[in-house]
């Protein structure tokens, strides 16, 4: 234990309040390690002649031994650089920011899940969508699932039952900028799905979420609720082989239970645990700062 208690784990994060980061936090003390939370916008980058450097509040930050990014989607691009910054500074994060870029854009990662022989959802994306009755042939016909490429907590996930409610949604956030997909709807899942959460090579917990009435969306923060459930292996193991996949040490992977098992629909690199922790009575802050401090003891390559 008298390694842990000099190691200075970071915990990028906007609010020191949000359950997860506190959560972090104080296993991290019980653990005899010394967590320091670091509003991500109030980290300032030098980049140049006498090495990079990162500050934060505008002092220079040195002698971190890990950092767990939590960044939220409303940061992400400024959020990759800072945590860019310090793996060149050869600070271990959990995560990179390449994994964490890769799994913000959900059809990039699910044309790296599909490269893996990993079962997902046939989707499609277009920037021509004009034939909208092909694009919705092409993921099986109605009803069909069309969804923002970086939505999040079910916001900007729709289920269109007509090809005129199709073409009005495709049409509506086309003309909006916004960048979409065509999703095959598991019908056979909704409003249900399985969320796990790898850390590491091994999922830490897992829970059935259930989509409240008249919702297809089983999303917590859409009112879903969770419980806690035993994963079967073809669950366990494609949630860890998605993770690998994409490059994540920490993540929240989402499964639809399809006919013929698992259907992974995406992955959250920075995933709140509030919900899994409630369900399933389980402590995975511990796991998540236990591997933090694991890949800081780590031989540096
Ligand atoms: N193809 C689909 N078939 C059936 N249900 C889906 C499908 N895609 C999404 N859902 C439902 O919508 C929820 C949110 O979708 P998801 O892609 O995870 O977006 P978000 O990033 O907003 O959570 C899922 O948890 C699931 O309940
Ligand atoms: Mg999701």
Redesign the pocket.
Known sequence: MSRVRHERLCILSRQKSLYSTARLVEVAEALGARPIVMDTLRCTMVVGPGGSKLLYRGVAVEGLSAVIPRIGTSVTAYGMQVVNQLDSMGVPVVNRASAIARSRD?VRCLQLLAAGNVAV?RTVMASDTSHIVRLVEAVGGLPC?I?LLR???????MLATTMTEARTIVDTFTSLGQEICL????AE?????VRALVVGDRVVGAMR?Q?RAGE????IHRGGEGSPMTLEPAYRETAVKAAKLVGLDICGV?M?EGRDGPRV??LNSSPGFEGLERATKQDVASEMVKFALEVAARPRS
Do not use: H
């Open positions: 959900k959802p699932v969804k939505g999040t907590q079910g916001v900007g996930v999703q095959e709807f598991i899942s909704s409003g249900r799905d979420r989509a297809f969306r089983s999303n989402d639809l629909m995406e």
